[in-house]
């Protein structure tokens, strides 16, 4: 799906071809409750959805997956308070086959998982696999939520942006090309 950012507003977009029947989904991104320091994620959707994350820690990047979300449900990935300003979700729609997905490529399987590394996936076996950013903007908690509705159409499509390559430790991993093998 194409998505655009704007803080604490809705991400919007829809994606055709790989996937039949991909559903219009959007993405809201919400600054969080003062409640609890979590990182959760909420399907907001009439589908079942299935979730994983990126994450950099101290000794490098990682991947985890898969949460099942029912429709209209809410599941915390990450519990206490964040350490990284950057985190990154790949989503499945596993109903309607579509997906939330983006340009920061990173190591996935069909299994549950958690993969140390985002370099080399295929040789290594896994499928590399497209994460949309989620900058928290070094909040201690938030919410993402997974959405139907497209109801603003995206300013400028994912596909047509140049990657911006981050400074070296920024938290972010490296752009790296869409047309790259891993």
């Given at each position: 799906?194409?998505?655009?950012?704007?803080?604490?507003?809705?991400?919007?977009?829809t994606?055709?071809?790989?996937?039949?029947g991909?559903?219009?989904?959007?993405?809201?991104?919400?600054?969080?409750?003062p409640?609890?320091?979590?990182?959760?994620l909420?399907?907001?959707?009439?589908?079942r959805v299935g979730?994983?994350?990126?994450?950099?820690?101290?000794d490098?990047w990682?991947?985890?997956?898969w949460?099942?979300?029912?429709?209209?449900?809410c599941?915390?990935l990450?519990?206490?308070?964040?350490?990284?300003?950057?985190?990154y979700?790949y989503a499945?729609?596993y109903?309607?086959?579509g997906e939330w997905?983006?340009q920061a490529?990173?190591c996935?399987?069909d299994?549950e998982?958690t993969?140390r590394?985002?370099?080399?996936?295929?040789?290594r076996g896994?499928d590399?696999t497209?994460?949309?950013?989620v900058?928290t903007g070094?909040?201690?908690s938030?919410?993402?939520?997974?959405?139907?509705s497209a109801e603003?159409?995206?300013?400028?499509?994912l596909?047509?942006?140049?990657?911006v390559?981050?400074?070296?430790g920024s938290?972010?991993?490296?752009?790296?090309?869409?047309?790259s093998?891993n």
């Amino acid at each position: 799906m194409s998505l655009h950012q704007v803080p604490c507003c809705r991400l919007t977009g829809t994606r055709s071809g790989a996937l039949l029947g991909c559903a219009l989904a959007g993405v809201i991104v919400l600054a969080p409750q003062p409640a609890a320091a979590d990182f959760r994620l909420c399907n907001n959707t009439t589908s079942r959805v299935g979730i994983s994350m990126g994450y950099k820690e101290n000794d490098g990047w990682s991947t985890e997956g898969w949460w099942n979300l029912p429709p209209r449900t809410c599941e915390t990935l990450m519990r206490g308070p964040l350490v990284a300003r950057y985190y990154y979700i790949y989503a499945v729609d596993y109903d309607r086959n579509g997906e939330w997905s983006g340009q920061a490529y990173m190591c996935t399987r069909d299994k549950e998982f958690t993969i140390r590394g985002t370099e080399d996936c295929l040789a290594r076996g896994f499928d590399r696999t497209g994460f949309f950013e989620v900058d928290t903007g070094e909040q201690p908690s938030w919410t993402v939520q997974l959405t139907e509705s497209a109801e603003a159409a995206p300013q400028q499509p994912l596909q047509s942006r140049v990657p911006v390559v981050p400074p070296p430790g920024s938290g972010r991993p490296p752009a790296q090309s869409p047309k790259s093998k891993n």
